[in-house]
C-alpha cells in the first residue's frame, strides 16, 4: 500500500543494459556499465489516483511533488524551501532579439542560491532514510554548499572535496556548517578522485553527480514546475547550462514522464539544448562529432565553475536525450558570458551567475545560426544567483 502522498518509485534501472536494483537498498550506479541508475515510478497508478490541477494546492515548495520523488515516508524529508522558483518573462531583451516569448527559470532563489538545493534536499533525504551517516562529494562549488547544508539539517557528516580556485562564497558557505572541507589542487574531475579515494578506504557514501540515483529527481521537478507554469503546455525549447547534465537529464525525464501520466496538453516536446563554456565544451564536441559519449576535455578553464566539469559520469545518457528531444549543443566564450551578465541586469534587474547568462549567449548565437526561431518559446535558466560570485 502507498501512503498518503507517499511515493510511487518502485525501482531503480541502469541508463545503459536496464538491469533493475532495489531502492529498498543503498545504491550508487551500475557497475556492470559504469552508468547512471533512474528511478522508474508507478506512473499508471498515480495518473489514476492523482489529479495534476490538486499539486497547485498543496504548501509551495518541490516536496509537493511528493509522489514523484524517491523518499518513502515523509518524516525523513529534509528541506530548506528549495523549488517553486519564478518562470520570469524577459520581456526587453526579448523585444530586442525579436522574440516572441522569451522566459527565465530563477534557480538563484533556491536555499543556498542555486539549484543544487534541489538535487541535494533529494539526495540527502533519501540517504536519510536509507540510514546513511557519511557523505563525501567533489565539488566545483556550488553543489557542497547545499550538500554542506542539508546535511548538516539532516544531522549527517561531510566531507567535500573542492577545487582551490572555487568561489569564495561557495567555501566560506560549505565552511561554515560542520563540513569538513579538502581544498584540491585541481579540477573537480582531480576532486572526484579523492572522493572515490575516502569512498573506498574510509567507507564515505559518495553523492559526486549520478554516483547516486537521487540528485538527478530533484532537478527534474524543474520540468514539472515548468509544465505546470505553462498550463501544461511545454516549451519549444529549453537551454540548459550542461556541467555534470543532472539538470537536463532530470528535465527530459520529467518530460517523458509527464507525457505517460498523461498530463500534457501537447504532445510537442521540447529540444533540449546544452550550453557550455568554449574552455570546456565536451558535450558540444560529441553533439558535432556525432558521437555517443564524451571525450576527456584537457586543460578546461571557464569563469562558469559550474560548467568547469571536463568528463561527465553521465555522457552517454545527456547526448541520447539531446538526441531524442532533436537538441543540439552549443558553446559560448567567457567574454560572451559577462556581455550576457550585463545585460539580465540592466535589462531585466536580474544578477545572473556565469552559468546563467551563458543560456543568454547561447540564444543569441542559436537565433544567428537559425537554430532557434523568433516564433518559438524559450525557457533559460538562471542556475545560481550572481550573489554567489563577487569574489
Ligand atoms: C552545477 C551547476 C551547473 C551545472 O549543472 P548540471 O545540472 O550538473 O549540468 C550549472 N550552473 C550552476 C550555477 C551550477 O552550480
Ligand atoms: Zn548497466
Request: charged share 20%; with cysteine; net charge negative.
Amino acid at each position: 500500500m502507498v501512503k498518503e502522498n507517499g511515493t510511487y518509485l518502485v525501482d531503480l534501472s541502469c541508463a545503459e543494459c536496464g538491469k533493475s536494483y532495489t531502492p529498498h537498498h543503498i545504491q550508487t550506479y551500475c557497475h556492470d556499465c559504469n552508468a547512471p541508475l533512474l528511478a522508474d515510478y508507478d506512473l499508471e497508478n498515480l495518473a489514476d489516483k492523482l489529479d495534476r490541477d490538486m499539486l497547485r494546492v498543496r504548501p509551495k515548495g518541490m516536496w509537493r511533488w511528493s509522489e514523484l520523488l524517491p523518499v518513502h515516508d515523509s518524516q525523513f524529508i529534509v528541506s530548506l524551501g528549495e523549488g517553486d522558483t519564478p518562470l520570469l518573462p524577459l520581456l526587453h531583451v526579448a523585444h530586442e532579439m525579436g522574440l516572441a516569448k522569451l522566459l527565465l527559470k530563477e534557480e538563484g532563489q533556491n536555499p543556498t542560491g542555486s539549484f543544487k538545493a534541489r538535487g541535494l534536499s533529494t539526495a540527502v533525504s533519501k540517504a536519510k532514510e536509507l540510514g546513511i551517516k557519511r557523505i563525501t562529494m567533489p565539488s566545483a562549488g556550488n553543489a557542497g554548499g547545499a550538500l554542506a547544508a542539508y546535511a548538516a539539517r539532516a544531522g549527517i557528516e561531510t566531507l567535500i572535496f573542492m577545487p582551490e580556485n572555487s568561489p569564495l562564497a561557495n567555501m566560506k558557505e560549505t565552511m561554515i556548517t560542520a563540513a569538513r572541507v579538502e581544498l584540491v589542487d585541481g579540477l573537480i574531475s582531480e576532486a572526484g578522485k579523492f572522493a572515490a579515494e575516502a569512498e573506498k578506504s574510509e567507507g564515505w557514501f559518495n553523492m559526486a553527480t549520478f554516483m547516486e540515483p537521487y540528485r538527478v529527481e530533484g532537478k527534474k521537478i524543474m520540468g514539472y514546475e515548468i509544465a505546470e507554469s505553462l498550463l501544461w503546455r511545454l516549451p519549444d525549447v529549453i537551454i540548459y547550462p550542461t556541467g555534470g547534465g543532472t539538470g537536463l537529464v532530470g528535465m527530459w525525464k520529467a518530460f517523458k514522464e509527464l507525457a505517460q501520466l498523461g498530463w500534457l496538453e501537447t504532445k510537442t516536446m521540447p529540444r533540449m539544448i546544452s550550453v557550455q563554456a568554449a574552455g570546456c565544451a565536451p558535450i558540444v564536441d560529441a553533439v558535432l562529432a556525432g558521437k555517443e559519449s564524451s571525450e576527456f576535455w584537457e586543460n578546461a578553464r571557464t569563469i562558469a565553475t559550474g560548467l568547469c566539469v571536463p568528463h561527465s559520469f553521465a555522457d552517454r545518457l545527456i547526448l541520447r536525450y539531446i538526441k531524442e528531444s532533436h537538441g543540439t549543443a552549443i558553446s559560448v566564450t567567457d567574454e560572451a558570458i559577462n556581455t550576457a551578465i550585463q545585460r539580465l541586469a540592466r535589462q531585466e534587474g536580474l544578477f545572473a551567475s556565469p552559468e546563467g547568462a551563458a543560456t543568454l549567449a547561447g540564444l543569441e548565437k542559436l537565433l544567428q545560426l537559425d537554430l532557434v526561431h523568433p516564433d518559438e518559446t524559450v525557457v533559460l535558466f538562471n542556475t545560481a544567483s550572481g550573489l554567489k560570485y563577487i569574489c
